[in-house]
Every structure is written in C-alpha cells, then in structure tokens.
C-alpha cells in the first residue's frame, strides 16, 4: 500500500539557516511526489512535484528537493530560511490513471517555526 | 482568474445532521476532488468527480457522498454527522488534460458539537 512518513512532526530552525525536511515513501511503481506547504486557515499551495528525470528538482520559493529512489526518500531543502516559511510542510505520492490524478497520500506534516 | 473556491469557510453541526459543502474549480479545470484534513494531519482522499460521475473513493463511509454539476462544480454532503466529521474539508481541481497539478482551495472547517 502507498504510504508517506514524515518522521519530524516539528522543527525549528533560525532564519538564514538551512533546512532540510524529510519525507520517506512506500510505493510499488515509479512513485509521483510532491510537497505542499500549507499556512493557518489556508489551504495547500505546491512547491514542487517529480514525476521523472531529473532526481533534484526546484521549486517555488527557493525550495529544492531530491528523490533517492535506493533510500525511498524525497527530502526538502532551502539553503536559507525566511521568517515567511513558516509554515507546515507536507509530503505526498500520487497514482494516475489516464492522465489525471487519482489520489494524493499525504504525510502527517512537519510544522517549522524559524526563530529571528 | 479565480482559483478554486469553496463555501462556506465555517461551519457549525450538531451530531446526527446534515451538511452540504460546495467547491467550484479553477476556470479551465474539469476534475475535482475532496480531501480531509483532521487536525494534527495529513489530508485524506475522500472522492473525485469527473464528468459528473465519482471515479474513485477513499476509505470513507457512505455518509459521505458528493455530487458534480454540469459546470463542473462539486458538493460534498455528509450525513448523519459524528464528532469526528470536524475536520477542515479541502477541494482540489485539476484538468485531464493538463499537467497533473492539484489546485487547493482554503477549505470548509466543519465543526460537529
């Protein structure tokens, strides 16, 4: 079954410092991946997404992420953090079927804080 | 352009009621889906619409079921409301022909009493 560990439920960092956000999957195929953030009482806005080639892939907002297949892993990553990141981060695989999206499985999130 | 809109952004229930949410999609789209999201977690795929018939379904129970219109938009209705219906309720919109990405709206916070 497709599954979404996001090991860390909370970090904190201080701003201008790096982060890193982890995000491990379960998934028989070639999986889809994406990482949605998500601030208070809005919903979920994507940074990235992989679906092939190019293991490290750039997103919005200076995020980056990269896919590992031999570690099953799709792990976040900014070089400098703003205090405007805070927010709570999710990870999720998706299946598709003719061209569409079937259905995201989501990670439980990880919340950042990030100190001045 | 207008993104994906839902309605209402709250909502208070007692248990044992019925409730309807609606979601209109991102212009251009023609597939939408709904998700839950209790608090403390991850979203959870409840359904998707298209051409106004549900082509898959998480592990949700009847109570839940959803309609799609003509134009596209989308109502979820929950029945018979429990405790642990409170939950922030998302829709996403996507287009078959498109580039695989879900749009989001800011969702429906129910709260069952």
């Known amino acids: 079954a497709q599954s979404v560990t996001q090991p860390d439920i909370h970090i904190t960092v201080s701003e201008g410092a790096s982060l890193e956000l982890r995000c491990n999957y379960s998934y028989g195929a070639t999986p889809y991946l994406f990482w949605y953030v998500q601030s208070p009482g809005q919903g979920l806005q994507l940074l990235l997404k992989?679906?092939?080639?190019?293991?490290l892939v750039q997103g919005i907002k200076g995020f980056e992420a990269e896919f590992k297949r031999s570690q099953s892993s799709f792990n976040l990553r900014k070089p400098s953090v703003h205090w405007s990141d805070a927010a709570e981060y999710f990870c999720?695989?998706?299946?598709?079927?003719?061209?569409?999206?079937?259905?995201?499985?989501f990670g439980t999130g990880t919340l950042l804080a990030v100190q001045p | 352009d207008a993104g994906v809109t839902q309605s209402p952004t709250h909502l208070i229930k007692t248990r044992g009621q019925q409730v309807t949410l609606r979601c209109s999609p991102k212009?251009?789209?023609?597939?939408v889906s709904w998700y839950q999201q209790a608090l403390g977690q991850g979203p959870q795929f409840i359904f998707q619409y298209y051409e106004e018939e549900e082509r898959q379904r998480g592990n949700f129970p009847d109570r839940f079921s959803g309609h799609q219109f003509p134009n596209y938009s989308s109502e979820l209705n929950v029945n018979a409301l429990l405790l642990g219906d409170s939950a922030l309720y998302l829709c996403?919109?996507?287009?078959?022909?498109?580039?695989?990405?879900?749009?989001f709206g800011s969702g429906t916070q129910l709260s069952v009493l």
């Open positions: 996403a919109s996507s287009s078959r022909d498109g580039d695989e990405k879900l749009f």
């Open positions: 999720a695989v998706g299946a598709w079927d003719g061209g569409a999206t079937n259905k995201l499985i």
């Open positions: 212009s251009g789209h023609d597939t």
């Open positions: 992989y679906f092939s080639g190019d293991t």
